[in-house]
């Protein structure tokens, strides 16, 4: 098995042929497969619905093959994937970053890419703070954006940012640069909700968006003004598919060259043939279940969710090992808390509070916190005299892992077995996505959800699921805790890693205490390509960036 530590960002280019499934097109990029077209046809579970980063969070694919990040985290790991910047460095004041700019970069259109497109990205954000049409529901947001005082460009090669507290914001943040002269023009209200930025795209990376179909494709092709030289492939095409099967099948058949986020059983089938490279690695994706701790307008059916010790009894019911093992066959870790093990500088196993699985110590904990089953009918009454009968929603998120129903199936089970019935509730991606909105725009309603999130490993992301500011965004739960709020305040104001880990580490102990969540698993990135067509795939995949794409040549 091939360990390849990949991120939350690929691509993905085929569509199978020889079937009358709805997703098959007429269009003669998906004619039947060979390797003398020399474009690599991708496919993952995504649904992208606007190629505008100010818009939208569902479209980073395709998206981060066009536009680049100033720096963000593939080139902190890798010193040969670097993104807008060249290299960047920090005074001694812990407040000013300096950045270069690569020299003589160009857009996709032939006009310079300088230090004052980055500038302009982040002002056109930092412009619209405070209004109503401000620019914070896309990847493109200003969430972070509060701790900066100024984003100058010296010169064409030079960006500065000052920040108004130590934080190591400049180089984590996700933001992706686009080009002043297409985005000048465009009001923040449109930039927000009826741009959409179609294609042919304007960007630095090495595959530009040349044709999107939502729900289908996006059709992207070499950036010939790349700044390593155009990539050697003539293209890609990223497919966008609702479940796993043409995936595996794409791959098996040949008109597939890459996919990714197969499900275990596909993975072991696709890792026995041999021009199919199978492999594996940890990410950033947490698979939880979510407490709806709402109280007025979106609450759940019991007032038992919004208490911190009914949430954790429940979490003595969850058998974290039996997840991993029988519902993820192997291919993950155990959830514990809001830190990821891929994120290896924070990560803790908090083993002097965590958990253990014990039906009975559940049991003993709701009759303590007044959870009980008065009459005898096996279904325990709230402190209202209300039986339990939870809803528990669950569905595929765009970008996001598919969490095996066998999970959802067990989580079910032992809450049934200490007196809490609950019924599933399975949802698509768009309806998902609604019901885990915030409560004034028409969120909530439901009682538990198994859900995911991928994020950066950075501490903003992580924490972000606990953050009353990112409630009904990233924090699925509506939890809201001050001290929670104050700790990710101070995290947000501190360069020093040291420092900075001890803060990380008493806000994961705080809402691990308050469960709002309990962590089910981190699941492994399944992945495979084929050998026959295309070589240059590395062993270093990764998913926060575009390589290898910008990389791979003919065989």
């Not at 812990?94 to 300088?114: E, N, R, V, Y």
Request: aromatic share 10%; hydrophobic share 40%.
């Amino acid at each position: 098995m091939n360990r390849l530590p990949l991120n939350r960002r690929s691509i993905v280019k085929a569509m199978l042929l020889g079937s009358a499934a709805p997703w098959v097109l007429n269009f003669q990029a998906f004619a039947a497969s060979s390797c003398d077209d020399h474009i690599v046809r991708v496919g993952t579970i995504v649904a992208p619905d606007s190629m505008n980063p100010f818009a939208t969070w569902s479209s980073y694919y395709p998206l981060c093959y066009t536009y680049d990040f100033l720096v963000c985290v593939d080139a902190q790991r890798h010193p040969d994937r670097k993104g807008f910047a060249k290299e960047w460095s920090v005074a001694d004041d812990q407040l000013t970053w300096t950045f270069k700019i690569w020299p003589g970069m160009k857009w996709s259109d032939g006009q310079p890419a300088t230090a004052r497109d980055a500038a302009f990205t982040y002002n056109y954000v930092l412009g619209s703070i405070g209004r109503p049409d401000e620019l914070n529901i896309g990847e493109n947001n200003t969430s972070g954006l509060e701790q900066v005082g100024s984003v100058v460009a010296i010169d064409d090669e030079t960006l500065q940012i000052v920040t108004k507290a130590p934080t190591r914001w400049p180089i984590e943040n996700g933001m992706l640069m686009v080009p002043e002269h297409i985005w000048k023009d465009v009001s923040y209200a449109d930039a927000r909700s009826t741009f959409r930025n179609d294609p042919p795209l304007v960007g630095t990376g090495p595959m530009i968006v040349q044709e999107f179909r939502q729900g289908q494709f996006a059709r992207l092709m070499p950036n010939e003004c790349f700044r390593t030289g155009k990539p050697a492939t003539n293209g890609m095409i990223f497919n966008f598919f609702t479940t796993a099967d043409p995936i595996a099948q794409g791959l098996k058949s040949g008109n597939l060259d890459f996919g990714f986020g197969m499900t275990v059983a596909q993975w072991e089938d696709l890792s026995t043939y041999p021009d199919i490279v199978a492999a594996e690695a940890r990410i950033e994706q947490r698979n939880f279940l979510a407490f709806n701790t709402a109280s007025g307008k979106g609450a759940g059916s019991t007032k038992a969710l919004q208490d911190p010790a009914f949430r954790d009894a429940i979490g003595y019911a969850i058998d974290q090992k039996a997840i991993v093992d029988r519902a993820f066959r192997g291919h993950a870790d155990p959830g514990v808390g809001l830190v990821m093990p891929a994120a290896t500088e924070y990560y803790s196993d908090l083993s002097d509070i965590r958990r253990h699985f014990d039906l009975a110590e559940a049991g003993r904990r709701l009759d303590a916190a007044g959870y009980r089953d008065t009459d005898g009918d096996g279904v325990r009454e709230d402190k209202e005299g209300n039986k339990f009968q939870l809803e528990l929603i669950t569905g595929a998120s765009s970008g996001g892992l598919e969490i095996p129903i066998a999970a959802v199936q067990l989580i079910a089970g032992w809450l049934g077995q200490i007196g809490i019935p609950v019924s599933v509730t399975q949802l698509d991606s768009g309806a998902l996505t609604a019901r885990e909105a915030a409560p004034e725009k028409g969120g909530g309603g439901w009682d538990l959800l198994v859900g995911s999130s991928w994020r950066s490993p950075f501490p903003r992301a992580i924490l972000e699921t606990g953050s009353s500011k990112a409630v009904g965004l990233y924090n699925y739960s509506y939890w809201t805790n001050e001290n929670f709020d104050e700790l990710l305040s101070e995290i947000d104001q501190i360069a020093d890693l040291k420092k900075s880990k001890e803060l990380v580490d008493q806000a994961t102990r705080l809402i691990y205490t308050e469960a709002p969540y309990i962590m089910l698993c981190y699941p492994t990135l399944l992945e495979a390509h084929r050998k026959d067509c295309f070589e240059g795939w590395g062993e270093d995949l990764s998913t926060w960036s575009y390589f290898p794409f910008d990389r791979l040549k003919p065989a």
